[in-house]
């Protein structure tokens, strides 16, 4: 985890967003469409701290905090449970006092309103007030997958209003490249559209259209 | 429902809001994710006045006004059907001409532009510009269930942006009582925990980590 | 297409909204509750290019653009997929550019972040940065359905945080009138409920309630 | 529960089925349609033995069998969440060997090929394999909420292809001659219908139809 | 509707099944994959009575089969809503009593052991004992959309376990021929493959293969 | 993939079935419980032929049946979209022709009445007549994820009418080890429920019981 992990790279990554960083890394490591940040201003890069956990039970939750290093994302799998939110304030609190970068939680949180206050990066199912138990073992720093996405400890994610990515943590800087190429390729494609070009003939479509009969 | 039905009371519940009020009297009363406010800035408090109507006519919508009391929240089961929004402009006009606090229905709304432009809390399901008959009949003040929880006339209506939960009428005074004391316990732990102590700590969850292997 | 679609129709729709135009012109043509604007405070109107594509592939997006006149609104049936974002920044500046007036998909679309700040109306079904295909054919200027109505090319969409509704191109100005007139009435709606009056009597439901025992 | 509740009752109520029974006691108490039969030919009577517990988790059912009279039918809110089947061949062998009547869980099972083929009545949302835990409390014998319907411990549950009612325990006596009454009337209108009748004329609906201009 | 409505025509689709027409027929006319017989073993075919009606409401369809012509099939637009059963077993035997061929209903049925037992043929989304008002008005005869298609009266349903398909009733015929000469080619396609050819060779994709580097 | 991977082994885990395999392995493996199979009494269990493939394109499908092997599972990831049929007849024909062991796919099928009566095992999240290009680039043999697993080339599948467990091909032989020591477990358990044993004793729960306060 050692390469390229410094607060540059992952300043760089949160400013590119999800869905560049995505196309650029070979369009893949996205995950599903119903993981939404609570507050769609907010932008969010770090590695993942994993937590898998049973849904309604946020034993590991407050185990796992302890276990994290400052600009760590925690990224739990709760099972997508709806009707459950296992994490709020006080965790909220606590994550922020550790330096904790964010949150992913496949599943639903509460104290939205307190989170969004704070600036708390928190990427999620839905909200839910309907309590856990603190009664079930889980497992922390183990390959977890959300939304279709196998997420490796220490993987970094990106996310904001559109969703979010996972960048394996050995291709951070292929990732970066790539996505800055791309920004640089659609700075140019933007200023021949502002000249009058059509994207049809930017991306080479006239081929395939073609082939289908259209012009 | 005299019990402490006076407007302090509800002012407190509404400040409180739906997730600490869940906890504090003992994690029960919380309607489903599913139950959003249009605006999700609005808080809500009020006694029920229940309406049990078939999905799709808002025939007893426009006789339940007319039985409200200053300061009621409408509760209505409109079945949980999302192609139609038989509360609009109109009804939210009426409503507020006759002080009623806000609105809770299993299903959907529409001109929600001037419902959040007015300030009337609206929670719901979504948004549908479907229309209604005003044909079918249905029921006033009779105990309904909406996302798993029965309500019974009268009971208390809390909500904010996490969700709803329901206060049984004669348990205001306990339900308010469990929270201010949540509220000290959780101030105590956010200073405990800005000190350097941690959740897991706090909340005693030493011995059902180690049953699980973790310290 | 030529009754009436000139700009002044065009911006009296728009500032009609979706709830009023569907009620006026009889209860029709409103799509389902799943389609709505990225941007809540936003208002659509104008004349539809319709597209016919597969889902995951954007290859007719980018000829359709082509196809389209200054003021109309691409209508994409995209088949519902939420996996997939065919329409993303590029493709907004293009049609920016030609004057396009907003997008309708059936499906997601991806760079919401930019699209609100540039204030070109979407309205779809989610967000999501899942890359698409360019290889598939479909149709432009055909009828589409999306969510159970079916759309004619230069039918003219109406949208806002609501929801859409589609008005039939003969049907434009008599939709207008209905609208005017029934905003007309709704305002004198109003003035009696600020004085007093209840909605059941201005509905004239009281045989209705009777029917049912209810006065 | 002792009012009628003896074998010949629950034997007609079975006999009567969901739908029936659901209509004669004045259509309330249905269960919504997701709950259905693992094998849709089977039947199912019995009162019920409520079970209040968390979702992925079947400690409290390892608990309930032990709780079980003879003809009970366990009657399980595990929160509706489809990833984990906490019941099993082993405890529909344990179920069985105490003479439980049968299964109803808002949640999933396992092993349904055993327990079809032991023609175990069981009612549920789905099928799954994933596993659960057995470190959550619960509640036995106190009022559950499934499908928006109240069940108290002891109510009677109908069941078969169409769903599931459940009958006040306090309400068999009627709801039998209820039912018994319907479907005399229903075979009158049967055999009406075969010689030349329409519904419309045997329910009285010719004034509503004429109302609305149909005849 | 004269074209080609003879029963032989009827057959001749009912026989030929709902993918192969779909597929004959230019790839359209499919309802969504939600529209399942309830009885998998079952086939339809047969000309639309089409129904508009609302949610939970049965009027209509007592209406409606007073209308039908022997040998149509019922076509229910009810909105999709899964919480109610518009149609049971006495509508069941009004409708064989009239000859009607079978009930397609967006939205749910009850009484389905008794359905299946008398072999009617019912389409539908799901089973529902939850009851129906008998007060809301609607429209037969007109056109109707389910599933993103729109049907018109007279149109021809052909249905079986893979779900439905709709014939628009001037091109009877021409559909016919279409999936004749389509079970042609299969049954040659069969053989070919019987023979030892792959279905890359047989449609002809060696191109499009080879363009995207596989061979 | 050498290991083990003789047939024997295979229809040992067949007989075993999934839910005793995913116990046994470690309560991993399980696919999402939407993944059903067609014909609730088939039985699969076979290496996979991974395919990663576009929603609503088939051309992928005709590309893999090729490079499959007897015996091999044919395990397509496109995109859980519902509203397409990759799979149908013809392509059942050519799989039952090369050996190939069945299908499972992350989307829908048709042709579902010939695809039972030959007894071809397909699982599949519905049935969906609607049609598929044969435009759209893919892979063969890379891991894919279906329902949150991770499935790499040659990993065996093993599916019944509960669901779908995948096992690592370097874990067959443990898996069946385990599977058969569980089976025996359980063996002993049903004889001493048979003898009147509680499963609370047999499964040593008496302890956390007794710490919720339960005896």
Redo the contacts between chains.
Sequence with gaps: MTQALNSESIATLRQL???TV??AQG?KG?L??GM?PID?TVRLAGPALTVDC????N?ML??A??KARPGDVLVV?A???????PW????T??AM?LGIAGLVING?V????LIIELGFPVFCR??????T?????GKVDVPI??G???IHPGDILVG????L?VVPQDEIDSAIASSLAREDK?AK??KA??E?A???DL?G?AD??RR?G?S
């Design positions: 967003g999800a869905a995505y196309e369009a996205a599903d469409n939404k769609p049973r849904p309604a039970d034993l407050h185990y905090v302890q799998d099972k997508g449970f709806m009707e459950a939110g709020g304030d006080v965790l609190i606590q006092k639903c509460r104290d939205a309103n839905g909200l839910s007030i309907k309590g138990g603190k009664n079930q073992p997958t959300i279709d996405v196998l904001d209003r559109d969703g990515v659609e494609q933007r559209i502002e009058g059509f994207t049809a991306l479509l395939t259209l289908f259209l």
